[in-house]
Nanobody
Framework: QVQLVESGGGLVQAGGSLSVSCAAS????????MGWFRQAPGKEREFVAS????????YYAESVKGRFTISRDNAKNTLYLRMNSLRPEDTGKYYC???????????????????WGQGTQVTVSS
């Protein structure tokens, strides 16, 4: 059974840093495009970052480029998102998701992902 479990969210001051993790089971994170998305109340879920199965393709939303870093630990089968220079507008529930396998395409749409975690809340205070 595929399961994605996010952790590491919390409250952080603007300008601070935080890392969130996604522990995967039932899949190998080095065989799929893995993505991070976030959603604030009353807003649509939006793309944050993705990394392809072999790391050949990495995308970031323009709003987080230069501040966030997506990575994998294949031995731990875990996806990470390091968030630096956090802003209040980064506040939201952060989800990890599994996308297409063995591909290096552009997968920045929510509809391209078929398994999702439960999310972890990140709140940035001003």
């Amino acid at each position: 059974q595929v399961q994605l479990v996010e952790s590491g969210g919390g409250l952080v001051q603007a300008g601070g840093s935080l890392s969130v993790s996604c522990a995967a089971s039932g899949l190998r994170v080095n065989m799929y495009t893995m993505g991070w998305f976030r959603q604030a109340p009353g807003k649509e879920r939006e793309f944050v970052a993705s990394i392809s199965w072999n790391g050949g393709t990495i995308y970031y939303a323009e709003s987080v480029k230069g501040r966030f870093t997506i990575s994998r630990d294949n031995a731990k089968n875990t996806l990470y998102l390091r968030m630096n220079s956090l802003r209040p507008e980064d506040t939201g529930k952060y989800y990890c998701a599994r996308g297409p396998s063995l591909s290096n395409g552009d997968y920045r749409l929510t509809t391209m992902y078929n398994y999702w975690g439960q999310g972890t809340q990140v709140t940035v205070s001003s």
